[in-house]
């Protein structure tokens, strides 16, 4: 049991580059997220999902996109880097909104 | 705007001895906190919660306490231990699922 993983563990772009950050549960878990974590600051939520086909927008979802296609994978999109989304980028599942939400280990991406 | 916040960036404390984290929160609407530990290159891990119906959990060494009046809430891990040196951040929620989390407190415990 694998349990929450993220591909790839670092990247830098270039401004105007874009690319998809992996995020793969095994838990079979319904809700999944993904959160942004800037220097000094807590995880601030980008976008969430409560099940396959259903996504919905967080708190910073401004330059992002994903989809939730399968109960396994949730993929976030980012179609046109900026410096300002330099940042460690996080995803999580729980089975429910009550239920304790189960982290990835973090992408680091570097805009440049 | 910071709904949670974590005023101690950091804190140091030596083995054995108890260390207190504290959090404040702004929105009277949360209605559920956790706290969560973090290592180096990890992603965070869930540690202990509480419900706004509780004044105090407790889970070993690590006991929550909620004072909802204060809009204040406190971690104490006792007794502290090598293993215990990470990033805590407090966390909290309303009626839907969306976390707010605070800046985190860096906690060193000295041998």
């Known amino acids: 049991n694998a349990g929450v993983t993220q591909t790839p563990k670092f990247r830098i772009l270039k401004i105007g580059q874009s690319m998809t950050l992996q995020c793969t549960q095994d838990?079979?878990?319904?809700?999944m997220y993904w959160y942004r974590q800037d220097p000094g600051m807590g995880l601030k939520l980008i976008y969430y999902?409560?099940?396959?086909?259903?996504?919905d927008k967080g708190e910073v979802p401004n330059g992002y996109n994903v989809s939730r296609s399968t109960t396994e994978d949730f993929p976030l999109r980012l179609e046109l880097a900026a410096p300002s989304q330099t940042s460690v980028y996080f995803c999580?599942?729980?089975?429910?909104?009550?239920?304790?939400?189960?982290f990835g280990p973090g992408t680091r991406l570097t805009v440049l | 705007d910071q709904q949670v916040k974590q005023n101690s960036p950091s804190l140091s404390v030596q083995e054995g001895r108890i260390s207190i984290l504290n959090c404040d929160y702004t929105?009277?609407?949360?209605?559920?906190f956790l706290w969560y530990k973090k290592y180096p290159a990890e992603g965070p891990t869930f540690l202990i919660s509480i419900s706004s119906i509780k004044d105090k959990n407790e889970d070993g060494r690590f006991t929550v306490f909620l004072n909802k009046s204060a809009k204040h809430l406190s971690l104490h891990i006792v007794p502290s231990q090598p293993g215990d040196s990470a990033v805590y951040f407090c966390?909290?929620?309303?009626?839907?699922?969306?976390?707010?989390f605070g800046a985190g407190t860096t906690v060193t415990v000295r041998a």
């Open positions: 929105n009277s609407m949360f209605d559920y």
């Open positions: 999580a599942s729980s089975y429910s909104r009550e239920d304790t939400q189960y």
């Open positions: 966390a909290a929620s309303d009626d839907d699922y969306k976390l707010s």
């Open positions: 838990m079979n878990h319904n809700y």
């Open positions: 999902s409560v099940g396959a086909g259903i996504t």
